[in-house]
């Protein structure tokens, strides 16, 4: 079996009757992937998406945003790379695994935009790699 996701990009289905049926899957070639967990999450009528910014490695987490959400497929705008103060600091040459983006989970504001939390590990969970790191988008 070899993973539709094995070509480099995240696959995108719509849902109109709460998860019952899908569309048929897209393919957006913006929406990088490494074969690796993304998340999504909307917030204020803008939908989500966050994953690692490479189509074949964990490496640089990123949240791309579609405000116009009623339109399918969603238009992504360019990425965000998440790299706050604390996580550039994380990123260093002498990280074990430097600026890793494994699996990642979003969460809707109360104030607006949305929240990320993220795995730095590029594959497995030892030690530091397993740091999770909060950043906040939009």
């Not at 803008?46 to 238009?75: C, F, I």
Request: proline fraction near 5%; charge should be neutral; glycine fraction near 12%.
């Amino acid at each position: 079996y070899k993973s539709p996701c094995a070509a480099g990009y995240r696959g995108l289905a719509l849902s109109t009757d709460g998860g019952e049926t899908f569309s048929q899957t897209l393919y957006d070639e913006q929406l990088q992937s490494p074969n690796c967990q993304g998340a999504t999450v909307t917030s204020d009528g803008v939908l989500y998406y966050s994953g690692a910014d490479s189509r074949e490695t964990r490496m640089n987490m990123s949240v791309w945003s579609a405000h116009n959400v009623s339109k399918w497929p969603p238009q992504f705008g360019r990425p965000v790379l998440l790299s706050p103060q604390k996580y550039a600091a994380m990123c260093s040459s002498k990280s074990k695994e430097p600026c890793g983006a494994a699996y990642s989970a979003m969460f809707a504001q109360r104030s607006g935009g949305a929240g990320v939390l993220w795995e730095r590990g590029t594959g497995g969970c030892d030690g530091a790699s397993c740091a999770i790191v909060l950043s906040w988008v939009g």
